[in-house]
């Protein structure tokens, strides 16, 4: 029977897809207009790694799991409403500034010097989850240099499924080119997964884990200790939308064989 | 002055550099010209130096890092290997491609030396500003909705390129003097078994295609007979991928819905459609010439999937759906099921 898990999940919070973006130049440098007000998310990657987590615990008896979460505690909180009726977790807030424009560097300093103080966590049991990618910065990276800083050298990216074995080992399944799965078998914890989609649904609302976890919560978010990140000389050069729009042609009154023709020569075409 | 490195691989093959490599030679040696600085290449593969032949000519101090260990792509050797590469080549500005294989190191070897990354790079100039001449690099943010050029002062800077922005690099393979670096292989706990395609029957993503074809909801949906006609539209859409080679992606809606029918709710379902094939906000954004969407809304959160697709059209039912609002150059306001009958037709009556 396989070791009981501690499994962290590293996740940030988004603007909610729906919303328009634009950027703005304030004195820490860009930012979003009305980054504040904005309506915001889970992080779409990261949300999937915090279900596959749950999932994970729940398979394994005496498994926990905690979410680190860096940003305003005014938006983890607005977040966590929602979140928090979705698994069962220990919440970690850090208070820290909201955005993809700041330095994944020093964002991971935060977060790796927060899990390494986590009272209780066994890092000898450790996996450490979070999304492969943010929809806010993109890069990608930031899970990996926890791992570097935790000491953990067995990671993962991409991953879109874990299978336990009895003896402790665990086969993962990570996105590689081509539409194919790199298919790995680690010996064992401790390791850091970033996960793609998996393959779980959004969990529905269960109002009784919302319960027990809004107990813990909300003194976790009084008591949330303030990260300050630095830009690590990071300099941005212009932050812009894009400014291409097209001349759409609407094609309203041609018949099925008329577009069937039309899109045959298009395909066609060099 | 620079002394830039390109970080490549080799394919599964072992011994013949891949394609997103190539591409980040071309834009090494571009850099190297532009701003002056010395230039190498970092090869890491089970045999690095037979691979190194095909870059020889870009006339770059050519390193290799070989062996059994660097067959398989996994964390602790890649990350050892490549660690010792930008050593040995004592490199301030290090590119790569943005493989599954160098993106799930990259960062790490940046933090082992002390350095940054930047990931998904479009473009790196060498620029001019009030400082005098800096390199800057081009990335999006916010799921391709926001770019920005960027600029470094820590060095080593780490810098990964996305595939299909530059060319290959296509010079004559010469002889090649390489210099093997020796690495002390870190314990090894994970063993790659192979590779899976999650596809049942075809291969429905196809990086190098010209066209992308993207399904949405709405081929699941009720149809004017009151119906849904599911397996009507997966041999539709897999007929006209066989036809035309077009690589297959689709809206998020889509891929859920298979989703919720695995928890257990009798949703009908396109068999061949995975998780893999979502495009957009919590997709992919792939690189095609052609994109051609089908039953899908064109809003924004499927629409960023579509940044870098040159060509786009759409058919959908709905007149006033997103991509009329500028984001497709072709908007057809029909009935996919139709449409996409009548093209399996002509591309069939067509074929040599």
Known sequence: ?270 | METILVLTHVDDGGAALTRASLETVTAGLELSRQSGSSFAIGILGLDAEAAAGAVAATGARLFAVSGEAFAQARYATDAAGCEALCRAAQATLILAPASARFARIAAGVAHRLGGVIDTHIADVQMASNAGGQAIEATRWFYRQRIEAVIGRELRPWFLLLDAGTHAAYAGEPVAAQVESIAVAVPAVRTVVEGFRAPMRGTQTIRPDARLLFVAGAGWTKKQPDGQVHVSEAGEQILSFLRLSGASLGSSKSLTDQKADGQAGEDQPVLPFLTHLNQIGQTGSTPRHPKGLSTCCHGEEPHAVGWRFISERRAISLDANCGWTRGKADVVYVADAFQVMARVNALLEARKP
């Not at chain 1, 941005?236 to 577009?259: C, F, G, H, W």
């Open chain 1, 1 to 270: 029977m396989a070791h009981a898990l501690h499994i962290v999940v590293c996740a940030g919070i988004a603007p909610d897809p729906l919303q328009t973006l634009e950027p703005v130049s304030g004195p820490n440098g860009p930012g979003l207009k009305n980054e504040m007000v904005l309506p915001a998310v889970l992080d779409p990657w990261a949300a999937c790694a915090l279900y596959e987590a749950a999932r994970l615990a729940a398979s394994v008896a005496g498994s926990k799991v905690w979410l680190v979460s860096l940003g305003p505690k005014a938006k983890l909180q607005q977040v966590m409403m929602t979140v928090g009726q979705k698994a069962a977790f220990d919440f970690v807030p850090i208070d820290g500034p909201i955005g993809g424009f700041g330095d994944a560097h020093s964002t991971a300093a935060a977060l790796a010097d927060a899990i390494a103080a986590l009272p209780g966590l066994d890092r000898e049991h450790l996996l450490l989850f979070g999304g492969w990618e943010s929809a806010t910065r993109g890069a990608g990276v930031t899970l990996q240099l926890i791992g570097e800083r935790l000491g953990i050298t067995d990671q993962f990216q991409g991953v879109d499924q874990i299978t336990l074995r009895d003896d402790g080992s665990f086969e993962v399944l990570e996105r590689v080119e081509g539409g194919r799965h790199q298919v790995s078998v680690c010996a064992g914890t401790p390791a850091v997964l970033g996960w793609a989609t998996g393959n779980l649904p959004e969990p529905r609302n269960n109002p009784q884990i919302g319960m027990q976890n809004m107990r813990a919560m909300m003194p976790a978010l009084q008591k949330a200790k303030p990260a300050t990140l630095q830009p690590n000389g990071l300099r941005y050069v212009s932050v812009s939308l894009p400014k291409q729009q097209r001349e759409t042609r609407i094609e309203k009154n041609m018949s099925a064989d008329e577009i069937a023709c039309e899109l045959v020569d298009w395909i066609g075409a060099e």
